[in-house]
């Protein structure tokens, strides 16, 4: 029996998704709910299992391709199958390519196979005049060779440079100490840099590596929050003594457990206090008015090997110091490994973001869309500082809270941050 595999709508927002990989390849026996592929979109990275049992007769989407909610990916069924839910070029049939609108009709041609585009990569031909000329030239690397959004990136990232005997002398490979004459750039009487090193340049010394699409997501949501919110930066020392004192008294008793004690959790319950104390930090600003948001839901940033995810605590406010560690452990380790479910990436109205755990000791965070603050954490460390005329020796951090300045003023960030900072100094409270 046959059965269609489709991209499935991964969030109310979310009405498409890339192929990021294919886990099976045409012919494998796939069990029912194993996973088949990964799909990548702007909120998570995650495997979709297979709706069936059965082997894997086609695949319809290549890798690093952008498609709606719903449409069909893959065909699964029984060993010499054939999938009739889905189109199957005939090599002997000619196909003519779709021609994006605005774009030159092409002429006959003597080719027998013109392959079929998909409206993504027919969209960017349009968007960026590629010819047909320059089609030609695309090695395609989807399935059958068939030119993919990648393969059409990839182009446009080299498209115009010139070829090597093209370059000026002072632009070949390995030339040494060359310089480009005087009078080309700056005038007869002005004095020249020589490159940087040898072979330096288009020739040599540089190299094109394609973005990946969650780096290009990241991108992409950190220039619109800088585009729509007017950014402003706080900063507060907090004197960690006594987070530090419990949690190495109780780091074996949640070890025990199956836990790592992490400094997370005490941050997230400080944010909590906070929020709790001040609500409108938790709001959005919108053009109709203020959001004031009932649920406490804090982001905490996850690094992962290609950019950086931020899972959701859900209703933070009612969980204990054990049931926060706990979510921060398994989240944390599900995101890394790429199996977070997409509503666990959803609803935060609030971020933390620790990047202490790489030593830095403060930064200025970019704002996580739609909420309206987001929390850094440094690195804890020693410092001498004054306490009452006396010079004492104490674990220190900086916290940083970016917060936008539409709806917040400083004022209201300071006196959150303060809230956070007498939360950890006199943890745990009486």
């Keep these: 029996m046959i059965t269609n595999i489709v991209m499935p709508q991964l969030g109310e927002s979310v009405v498409e998704g890339t192929v990021g990989k294919w886990l099976k390849q045409v012919g494998d026996k796939i069990e029912q709910y194993e996973p088949v592929m990964e799909v990548i979109t702007d909120k998570v990275t995650t495997e979709i299992p297979s709706p069936a049992a059965g082997t894997l007769l086609q695949i319809a989407v290549p890798e690093g391709a952008t498609v709606k909610a719903g449409t069909v990916l893959a065909v699964i069924g029984a060993p010499g199958e054939s999938p009739v839910s889905l189109p199957v070029p005939s090599p002997d049939r000619k196909e003519e390519r779709i021609t994006a609108p605005g774009e030159p009709t092409a002429q006959p041609s003597n080719k027998p196979t013109i392959q079929r585009l998909t409206p993504v990569v027919a969209r960017m031909i349009a968007e960026n005049h ?4 320059e089609l030609a ?6 399935d059958g060779g068939r030119v993919s959004k990648k393969d059409i990136e990839s182009f446009l990232k080299t498209r115009g440079a010139p070829k090597l005997e093209e370059l000026p002398p002072w632009e070949q490979p390995g030339t040494g100490e060359l310089f480009r004459p005087t009078e080309e750039i700056f005038g007869k009487s ?8 040898p072979g330096a340049g288009r020739g040599g010394g540089e190299e094109i590596i394609p973005i990946s699409p969650i780096r290009k997501s990241i991108a992409e949501h950190m220039v619109r929050s800088k585009q729509i919110a007017p950014h402003v930066t706080t900063v507060h020392e907090a004197d960690m003594g006594r987070v530090v004192a419990y949690q190495k008294a109780n780091e074996a008793e949640f070890a025990r457990q199956g ?37 406490l839901n804090i982001g905490v940033a996850v690094a992962i090997d290609d950019g950086l995810i931020v899972p959701v605590i859900k209703n933070a406010d009612d969980k204990s110091l054990l049931g926060i560690a706990r979510a921060v452990n398994d989240l944390a ?3 890394r490994e790429k199996r977070l479910q997409p509503d666990e990436v959803q609803g935060g109205t609030f971020t933390i973001t620790n990047y202490g755990t790489f030593g830095s000791l403060f930064g200025t965070p970019i704002i996580n869309q739609p909420q309206s603050a987001i929390m850094g954490v440094g690195a804890i460390q020693k410092r ?3 306490i009452e005329d006396m010079i004492a020796i104490r674990p220190m951090i900086y ?3 970016t917060f936008d300045h539409r709806l917040l003023d400083g004022a209201m960030g300071d006196q959150f941050m303060q809230k956070v900072r007498r939360f950890l100094e006199e943890y745990p409270a009486a």
């Design 130 to 133: 590629i010819t047909d000329a």
């Design 137 to 142: 030239t695309i090695r395609g690397t989807g």
């Design 190 to 197: 002005a004095a020249l840099p020589p490159l940087s090193k």
């Design 259 to 295: 836990l790592k004690l992490t400094y997370s959790a005490f941050f997230i319950q400080a944010v909590v206090a906070a929020l709790k104390a001040f609500p409108i930090v938790n709001a959005a600003y919108t053009e109709q008015g203020v959001i004031m948001k009932r649920n």
């Design 333 to 335: 380790t599900r995101a």
């Design 384 to 386: 001498a500082i004054v």
């Design 399 to 401: 916290l940083a809270l």
